[in-house]
């Protein structure tokens, strides 16, 4: 193995500049060829992946940060032979929640070890990769608004939901998918990879990293009264159960109406109508934890 982890030393709370420290006194790392590199901007992970993968000499690639850490490093891996590994040190940490990765540090370093891999999906909208979920309405305004505030972590974001959820009303959105063509008034409207937001809230309990299809999950804002049987379904991964929400699955959908604010990943960017959604099987060769290999099949390696 020849390892190189890409650091965003600004996700969790700056715990990932305590990367090489914790490594070197790890007995799993002795002898092992790796090297640490540290991000600086957004966007600097995926140049960094990039120019790691022309040079041809890494085993594997690791994002270590959030979600955005983990979408510019993984979609920059996109059809690439080298595997790419997560260990998260974000807010959410969805992508990786999903595979099963730990978000205790030294765990996760254990498993990018494990041997175990498995080629998954990606999705692509307008021309952009998704790993986890993206989307617009509600939680796009949310993370647009958890852009704007300088401190980070989970408190924050609750704060920007809070805020939004008495701001942001339903919109109406055109979608063409399955040779159907619908028209649907809704609060929120994601669109899939995985199966989570981050921190266990579960938009797509049905989605899977392996079956080309992407989940496009329509909620309409529930009422107050329903506002906490809607948060318990949603950390139960029990959303399906509801009445007020809808989940369309296809290999490709378009997606039209008043759109302007995004996420992808959880990270806030701009996007216009309309909105090409497509997914690309099987393009991102990742390390799978051991104990969460049987959600995948039988993923390659030596280990299992």
């Known amino acids: 193995m020849h390892l190189l ?16 420290e914790i490594i070197r006194f790890m007995p799993e790392y002795q002898g092992l ?19 790691a993968i022309k040079k041809k000499k890494y085993t594997h690639i690791i994002a270590v940060g959030g979600d955005g850490t983990v979408n510019e490093v993984g979609g ?17 940490n969805g992508f990786a929640r999903h595979l099963g990765y730990s978000t205790r540090m030294k765990k996760a370093l254990r498993q990018v070890l494990s041997g175990a891999y498995a080629y998954v999906d990606m999705l692509e909208m307008n021309g952009l990769y998704s790993l986890n979920v993206s989307g617009v309405g509600f939680d ?23 805020k939004m959820w008495f701001r942001y009303t339903e919109q109406e959105y055109k979608i063409t998918v399955n040779g159907k063509i619908l028209n649907e008034r809704c609060f929120i409207l994601s669109f899939a990879n995985s199966s989570q937001f981050g921190n266990n809230a579960s938009i797509a309990p049905h989605a ?8 496009i999950c329509l909620l309409k804002r529930p009422k ?18 509801m009445g007020f ?7 490709e959908a378009l997606i039209e109406g008043n759109i302007y604010r995004v996420h992808i990943d959880g990270d806030a960017a701009f996007m216009t109508s309309p909105i090409y959604l497509k997914v690309h099987r099987a393009v991102l060769k990742t390390v799978v934890p051991k104990y969460a290999h049987q959600r995948y099949g039988d993923p390659e390696g030596s280990s299992l």
């Open 208 to 215: 899977s990293l392996k079956d080309g299809l992407v989940d």
């Open 140 to 162: 796009a305004e949310v993370a647009h608004e958890f852009n704007r505030l300088k401190r980070r972590g989970v408190f924050s974001y609750i704060y920007a939901g809070l």
């Open 76 to 92: 920059a891996l996109y059809g690439s032979e080298i595997a790419f590994g997560i260990v998260s040190i974000g807010s959410g």
């Open 245 to 251: 929400y809808k989940e369309i699955q296809c290999p």
């Open 224 to 241: 107050y009264w329903n506002l906490v049987p809607f948060l318990f379904a949603l950390m139960s991964a029990r959303i399906d159960k």
């Open 5 to 20: 982890f890409i650091v965003n030393p600004v996700s969790g709370a700056g715990s990932g500049k305590k990367l090489p």
């Open 33 to 51: 060829d790796y090297e640490i590199l540290f991000s600086e901007y957004a966007g600097h992970a995926r140049i960094l992946a990039a120019e």
